[in-house]
């Protein structure tokens, strides 16, 4: 069993940067693929981003392309989240998740964590 908790949300302007930190417990962190969804007030909880056990694939939403960058560190049993020229649409609760491949879709991942809030002024 994986245990995930999000950190380094908060608010920001428009165009500034966050990075986001996944911290796992356990030391099968390496043998999954983690990714990153995120939710806003009233709509579904979407995909953003997903990196290979290995850290060698990472996948995107077109929302983000360009602008977000998912790594990770197994020596540290950490995944994170670069967010960078940020814009008001990026604000929501986002959660990092632990499953068996880097998949766009909820159903692909078996662990989540609480969820962080960042928050994106204009």
């Known amino acids: 069993q994986v245990q995930l908790v999000e950190s380094g949300g908060g608010l920001v302007q428009a165009g500034g940067s966050l990075r986001l930190s996944c911290a796992a417990s356990?030391?099968?962190?390496?043998?999954?693929?983690m990714g990153w969804f995120r939710q806003a007030p009233g709509k579904e909880r979407e995909f953003v981003a997903a990196v290979s056990w290995s850290g060698g694939s990472t996948y995107y939403a077109d929302s983000v392309k360009g602008r977000f960058t998912i790594s990770r560190d197994n020596a540290k049993n950490t995944a994170y989240l670069q967010m960078n020229s940020l814009k008001p649409e990026d604000t929501a609760v986002y959660y990092c998740?632990?499953?068996?491949?880097?998949?766009?879709?909820?159903?692909?991942?078996?662990?989540w964590g609480q969820g962080t809030q960042v928050t994106v002024s204009s």
């Open positions: 998740a632990a499953g068996s491949r880097p998949g766009m879709h909820r159903y692909e991942y078996n662990y």
């Open positions: 356990g030391r099968t962190f390496s043998s999954y693929a």
